[in-house]
């Protein structure tokens, strides 16, 4: 906390000092009402009554001039405090590594960079002050009560140490319930998040009824937990409120027959009361302002939570040179483990060796859940290797800096991502320092001239997560962005799934231009996309299991046969039939290949249909054998 505190900690004493005076002013107010009781009351002197009347009157303004003062010494400072909070918060979020985000719920994130940190002002605003400023007064005040008579002093200094004991109990107890509901408050974010942006799911399964219900249940456990809260809170209050009062009625009883006796003067008993009345706010609002502290000592955990997460590891240096590479793309003895999986599984990736020449491009197939994203998720560093190196140019990685790494490397990933941004932003995303030729040119070879169409062609906004493109729109602009920079080693995850056939293929003309200047790596599901590489490697249960041209490993190797045939390989592509280990992930493939067809309504073509010798038709037809239903309406529209 200090770090950002520090900044203000001048205006904070400050501030602080002023409400001590303020305070302190207001426990003047009895000593001159005792004056007046005992002076011109006692004398009858109207003008004397007029004069301290007058002194009240000043004193009153001058308590709340300082207290206004105080509000405008911290409200702009204590601003910039959480504004910075939760820019450094921000800033973290933003280079922590993927597995974090994998692992915490983003509404978790969203309620920590705001009702969290805004709890946090709070509390440096008023509770830190005034339970300074409530302490030294009470204090100033128990001095100044047992300068006039100590025994009523006793009298009211009794119930403190019980009151004490129950604060203490009180401040355990909320902490525990405090924590519950900011935590509470998280995911009940999320899942607001989740269906927002899940809406077209939620509506298109009409699932908003148990959405809501889902969100009833846990806002209605929300509830409870801020009753409890409340539960809490008004029995510490009525606690705190009725204890000292019982005392001051007490010392009322004992100070009017001292009065009575002679033994203590008229003036003395009323200033007494009138400093224990005035003591009253300053102790009854401890109960609340615990409460809030409480709150905001658990805000601050949760805040630190999150920026105690180390940052992603930035260069390795030192690391002893192995003998130098080959130039190009290396991977050596790779193996990768996700950092929350357990020590015991097998990793997902295992000696992977690789060398993919400059200039040269790689297809990586495998079936569904074979590693093929986490492969190409290694190369730009969002996650570390946990064995072996990948080498670019004959250099590590793990030394690289990790602006360069990312200046050498693009990616486009099977889920396109856009940001709410104009497509012009979306696209220069992948080059800062793109012009609107090089734009244009990365837009063509993507085959998303569908941008000069829009509205306001480049300067359109896309919505939130591109939601207002469709899926082959985004993939194309994703795709565009991967290729803007021109950069020297290339990494595409399945980046055509969502087209249709035709833009396909002009999709792969432009591209083939592109990769014969780039390094690349390629993920493909089908033989059009695996014949824009030079060679093919086949990832099989987290291993290269074959590597060569794409007619070898149709020759030599079962499973890619059949991952290249589909269930339909009684056509005869010339492959071998497909093995019964690898008819498991037959299923799940086509549906993930049908699923991302579905965006643009593509039309498969049918057998016999302008078949060519790549076998495009071959991996097309499996789709139209999973679906049977969508056979006739894709006839139809063939025709
Ligand atoms: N963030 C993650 N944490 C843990 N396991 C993961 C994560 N992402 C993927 N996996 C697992 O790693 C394996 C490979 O996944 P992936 O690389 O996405 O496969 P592919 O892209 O080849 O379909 C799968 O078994 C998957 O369950
Ligand atoms: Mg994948």
Known sequence: MWPYVRPVRVRLFTAAFVAILASCLSLVIPLVLKWMVDGPVADRDPGGVWLGALY????GIAEALLFGFRRWLVARPLAGVEASMRADLYRHLQRLPVAFHDRWASGQLLSRGTTDLMLLRMFLAFPLTFLVVNATTILVGFVLLFAQDWTLGLVLLAPAVPLMILCSLFETKYSVVARRAQDQVGDLTTVVEESVLGIRIVKGFGRHRSQARAFRALSGRLRTTELGKARLLAGIWGLITSIPELAIGAAL????????????????LVAFLSTALALRWPVESIGFLLAMSQESATATDRFFEVMDVAEEPGAVTGREDAPATAAGMVFEGVEFRYPDAGPDTPPVLAGIDLHIRPGETLALVGGTGSGKTTLTAL?????????GRITLDGEDIATMERSRLRELVSVAFEEPTLFSAT?????????????????????????ADFVHDLPQGLETEVGEQGLSLSGGQRQRLALARAVVGEPRFLVLDDPLSALDVHTETLVEAALRQVLARTTAVVVAHRPSTVMLADRVALLSGGRIAAVGTHQELLRDSAEYAWL???????????????????RADAGATGRSRHRADEDEGLTARRPGEGDDEDGRNAGRRVRAEDVPQQVPAEEGSAR
């Open 56 to 59: 009240l009157l000043l004193l």
């Open 379 to 387: 190369v730009p560093r969002l996650h570390e290797v946990t064995g």
């Open 423 to 447: 497509v012009g932003a979306n696209v220069t995303m992948g080059a800062a320092d793109a012009d609107e030729d090089q734009v244009r040119r990365a837009l063509s070879v993507a085959q």
């Open 253 to 268: 009883v004992l100070g009017t027959i001292q009065v009575a006796d002679g033994s203590l003067s008229a003036g003395t």
């Open 564 to 582: 290249m045939s589909g269930a339909g390989g009684e056509d005869g592509d010339g492959g071998p039939r497909r093995t019964e280990g690898a």
